[in-house]
């Protein structure tokens, strides 16, 4: 069996605000145990995301390289 309810976020939290200090605090663990995984999730997909994805080669690299050294120059230039 399933009941969805609609309620505001507002209407919600004055839910909350009339419950006792050891109801809320369990409200409390509960909502952070749930944003804990969320978060460990989210990890392991940005860490799946840094491990699989592109990288230079190491022509590219040096061209990235010589590029910044050349900006490099002309700011100093430009600004000294």
């Given at each position: 069996m399933?009941?969805?309810i609609n309620?505001?976020?507002?209407?919600?939290?004055n839910l909350i605000k009339t419950?006792?200090?050891s109801e809320k605090q369990k409200?409390?663990?509960?909502?952070?145990?749930?944003?804990s995984s969320n978060k460990k999730q989210?990890?392991?997909k940005l860490n799946e995301l840094l491990k699989n994805?592109?990288?230079l080669t190491k022509e590219e690299l040096s061209n990235f390289e010589?590029?910044?050294q050349?900006?490099?120059k002309w700011n100093k230039k430009l600004y000294a």
């Open positions: 399933e009941l969805k309620v505001a976020i507002s209407e919600f939290l419950l006792p200090v409200i409390k663990q509960a909502i952070e145990k749930d944003l989210m990890n392991g994805g592109p990288t010589f590029t910044n050349s900006f490099s």
